[in-house]
């Protein structure tokens, strides 16, 4: 993979998205400190985002009247973006954010952004019979090894706290939950536009989560929120959901998926400089370590033959 053969403009794209993604797991805890819930702090993003998302998609219909796709689903394919809703945005970022507040945001990018390949490429095994070489296994066993030093790392370095023990667990969640909306997401991508399907999926996601911020009495945090509050949510509506996804499917479509994802692998020493910087996060050996032998394996799992 050279320069050249991505392109100039394709590779700063993907350097600033990388940034935008790596930098809003710290954005989540400076969020966090703010007093947000970590339910609410996803609730406000993604009813914002999705918001934004169908306002432009709105824009785009009448723009363009009926040059463009239609702009509406099948109903018999309803319950499938739901599903996609729950995995990919509901149930993962109320995960992610609540482990972030427990376990710490370095922690959260390294399962998320590295264990999320490994589970794919087993699921993928399973459900679509793809071969498992001795390769895979070795790194599958590799990134196990790692995440088990990463836990054990931080939990000693905490002298045994449990917060930190059950914020790992939970962040471990996420992976699977990633693993699931990607496999779902394949029945999807061919049938409907991508960003057709990232618009209801964003915002049929932000709906989801109103019941659960209702039901934790922490809806009502939006009619009290800071300037700090409001920078951190809009910043991870704008950068990281509306302009992100552009970025993202913008490079795909140019380049690839096996390239545009290989720049992903780098999220999680953004994330790592920023919580260190910004928020004083404390890096052990062990969480390095883990971190590189977890990444060591999903480079095993992606090499080409």
Known sequence: MTLRTIGFFNTFLMLVLIVFWGSSFVVVKIALREGLTPVALATFRFLIAGALFLIILIYRKVRKHDSVPSQSIDKRDLPLFVLLALSGVTFFFAAQYTGIKMAG????????????????????????????????????????IGTSIVIAG????????????????????????????????????????????VTYITLLGGLCLVPMSIAENSFQQILFLSVNGWLTILFLSLTCSMLGYYIWFYVLKRVGATITSSFL?????????????????????????????????????????
């Open 265 to 305: 692998f780098a999220e999680p020493l953004v994330t790592a400089v920023f919580a260190v910087v910004l928020v004083g996060e404390v890096m052990t050996w062990m969480t390095i370590a883990g971190g590189f032998l977890i990444f060591f394996g999903v480079a095993l799992v992606a090499k080409n033959n």
């Open 105 to 144: 945001a370095a922690i959260a990018a390294i399962f998320v952004c590295l264990l999320s390949p490994i589970l794919i490429a087993i699921f993928s095994a399973v459900v679509f019979k793809e071969q498992l070489r001795k390769r895979h296994i070795a790194g599958i066993g590799t990134a196990v």
């Open 154 to 197: 931080g939990s000693l370095s905490f002298y045994g706290d449990s917060e930190f023990l059950v914020g790992s667990l939970l962040l471990l969640f996420t992976p699977f939950l990633w693993t699931l909306y990607t496999l779902l997401g394949k029945k999807i991508v061919g049938k409907y536009e991508p960003y057709l399907a």
